[in-house]
């Protein structure tokens, strides 16, 4: 699998912690975080901070790289599942033009699950990939959509609204069909248990053997094969089709590249413009090496103050984690908050030399680890609604060793969170007693943040595999052993003397705040986000639970953290914060042994044993004890909304920036404003 460098959602402690109730939380300041709250999920705003003070031609630069950003909207749809961009745009037309009683139950409970598909980007959970179960019946939905225009909806030529309704309402209501987008269990076929829609007709051990085939181990700069296609198997034939203007998604990919073109006019020096470039030129070709080229001029670019990633990125969507899904990021450095992220980096090799690892599995010489702390202007695709707080980019290994590899750190969307969830009562309900609320009090923020940093600038960038290690080696446990590397690293320095020798930390106490979160989180509060009787499957919960219940079970001996029970509750309780350090530190050896060995069985061992299953009486108190706070676990935004302002004579004098769109209201823009693809696959 290749290297995933994203680290998901929120840092740890926000993970769970960072939800309001649906009373709204206590305003930090007069910007109103908080948009509405449905079924798991709450809807945020994040504020464009000093993008007031950005020039003319940065702003220009903005706009065009955001609608680039849009165009590629439902590419992440169809990705998910080849019936989602149906599916919306039914919903989306009973949803806007049914006029029978839109408060009977139904379509209440319609309205939810549209929304629901809106935020995963279909039918599919977005974080445990489970296929939603509607709240309303085939039979309403049915004269529904009898009672609309049919030519909203989406019909091919010659087909009836029945025959759509044979061919579709078993995705929506039958539980057993495409029930899970990415099936992680062990021992099935992933890719037939799998909804997402990255291959079709081909069977696991026909698609591993395709990839195999292609490389070459004595290459010392491979490619990341079928990172950009569908593979297919039609006739006995198995191909790609490649996602590129004139193959897959070509009329989205067209859009994208128009707007591409528009900010390259005004971009901000010649390295941005050969950036920009060279993406088009990926995009138009779709080219694997071409890609590797523009990787390394985007790693390159470290003079611009705006920068952006736009294409197939990460590849959590699939299970065998070679296909990439699309996302688009835009943004602009946040310099004052830079210079954090910046010392980190110019000591990356100290914190090289100096972790516990193998001495064969370090670099010698670390490369181009640039870091900076960012301000998002704009979330598309694969980061929207649903977002990172931290990425670490290029994937590719080679590129990473040889030329180095940009991390960024999202302040506005960190700060978004933390002002959402002043005062919602989660660590009063699962911190243990008053000494580690006052740690999380005093430090949580500032460690939380600092461990993100180490887990982004610096955990996914240090180490090395070994000559001849396939970088897919862990295959479909890649994921979770590198989520797992980089989260480890930061753990183990974050109580360091010298991040308090940098002035990173304040004492040497501080880190205990993330320790405590990180261990209550992977040995119990993220259970929230697993309905019951499930294990656990998203790679970064996998990850944390794996570091939490590794740490747990191996520091039984010496009572090093233990589960306790106070007033008929469960509570983790650390006793021995040193020796906690001691095990993180030891577990990171061991996983970068397996990362850099590419040692498949001993990764399938860890994970299958420490990651997956979860204690269900556990599950169900931490379930019962998170529903009286009514907290929604998942977190997302709606986007701000930019226009260009032009003179008399067209030219022009500005672009404003506003937050005043709703999540329905963004959404179903966005459906009529970027609808770029057919509603079938092609």
């Not at 309402?169 to 997402?196: C, H, W, Y």
């Not at 009562?425 to 500032?446: C, M």
């Not at 001691?582 to 498949?600: N, W």
């Amino acid at each position: 699998m290749k290297k995933t460098v994203m680290q998901m959602a929120v840092a740890t402690m926000l993970l769970t912690a960072c939800g309001t109730s649906k009373k709204e939380a206590v305003p930090t300041d007069d910007f109103n975080y908080t948009v509405e709250q449905f079924a798991d999920l709450q809807i945020l705003r994040y504020k464009v901070k000093d993008f007031d003070k950005l020039t003319l031609k940065q702003k220009e630069l903005v706009y065009y790289l955001s609608q680039a950003a849009l165009e590629g909207r439902d590419i992440l749809f169809d990705q998910n599942g080849k019936y989602n961009l149906i599916i919306r745009q039914m919903l989306e037309t009973v949803y806007t033009d049914y006029q029978g009683d839109r408060t009977d139950s139904n379509f209440v409970n319609m309205e939810v699950y549209l929304k629901r598909v809106w935020f995963s980007n279909g039918i599919h959970h977005h974080y445990a990939a489970d296929k939603f179960v509607p709240g309303f019946t085939p039979e309403f939905f049915k004269a529904a959509l009898q009672s609309v225009d049919q030519k909203k909806l989406p019909l091919a030529e010659g087909e009836t609204l029945d025959q759509l309704c044979e061919e579709v309402f078993p995705v929506i209501f039958n539980p057993e069909i495409m029930k899970k987008r990415v099936n992680q269990a062990d021992g099935e076929d992933l890719i037939l248990t799998s909804a997402s829609n990255y291959y079709e007709g081909v069977t696991q051990a026909e698609a591993e053997k395709f990839y195999n085939s292609m490389k070459n181990p004595n290459d010392t700069m491979p490619v990341m094969f079928g990172m950009n296609s569908r593979l297919v198997k039609e006739n006995g034939k198995i191909f790609e089709k490649v996602w590129k203007v004139d193959g897959l998604y070509g009329k989205a990919i067209e859009k994208i590249i128009y707007w591409l073109k528009k900010a390259e006019g005004v971009a901000e020096n010649d390295q941005q413009k050969a950036v920009i470039n060279k993406l088009v030129e990926f995009y138009t070709t779709g080219d694997l090496k071409t890609f590797d080229d523009y990787a390394i001029l985007w790693v390159k670019d470290q003079d611009s103050k705006v920068d952006f990633v736009n294409g197939f990125t990460e590849s959590y969507g699939d299970p065998l984690g070679l296909k990439a899904s699309w996302e688009s990021i835009v943004n602009f450095k946040d310099e004052e908050a830079t210079q954090r992220a910046a010392t980190l980096s110019a000591n990356a090799q100290w914190f090289e030399d100096n972790s516990p690892v193998d001495k064969r599995f370090k670099k010698e010489t670390v490369k181009g680890v640039s870091a900076k702390v960012i301000t998002a202007a704009i979330l598309g695709g694969d980061l929207y609604p649903s977002t990172a707080i931290g990425i670490n980019l290029p994937n590719s290994n080679w590129i990473r060793s040889g030329h180095g590899s940009k991390s960024v750190t999202i302040a506005n969307l960190t700060d978004a969170y933390n002002k959402a969830a002043h005062g919602n009562g989660f660590n009063e309900e699962f911190v243990y007693s008053d000494t580690e609320r006052a740690l999380l009090d005093k430090y949580g923020d500032l460690t939380g943040d600092l461990h993100t940093d180490l887990h982004e600038c610096l955990g996914h960038g240090s180490g090395q595999l070994l000559p001849g290690v396939d970088q897919d080696a862990l295959r479909a446990y890649g994921s979770t052993i590198e989520e797992a590397r980089a989260d480890l690293f930061g753990l183990y320095y974050l109580p360091d003397a010298k991040m308090v020798e940098l002035g990173l930390t304040p004492d040497a106490e501080a880190y205990k705040g993330e320790y405590y979160s990180y261990m209550m989180n992977g040995l119990m509060t993220q259970l929230v986000r697993i309905e019951p009787g499930n294990n656990v499957e998203e790679a970064h919960m996998r990850n944390r639970q794996l570091i939490a219940r590794w740490a747990f079970e191996n520091g039984k001996a010496e009572n090093v953290v233990e589960m306790v029970k106070k007033d008929g509750k469960t509570y983790v309780k650390i006793n021995d914060y040193e020796k906690l350090r001691g095990l993180f530190g030891k577990l990171l050896a061991e996983i970068q042994r397996i990362k850099s060995e590419g040692d498949f069985n001993a990764a399938r061992n860890l994970v299958e044993t420490y990651a997956v299953k979860v204690d269900p009486e556990l599950h169900k108190e931490v379930l019962a004890r998170y529903e009286k706070l009514h907290l929604a676990p998942y977190k997302g935004f709606v986007n701000p909304v930019y226009e260009l302002v032009t003179d008399k004579d067209g030219n022009i004098t500005d672009v404003t920036v506003s937050y005043n769109e709703g999540y329905a209201e963004q959404m179903l823009r966005y459906s009529k404003e970027y609808a770029n693809l057919p509603y079938r696959n092609e």
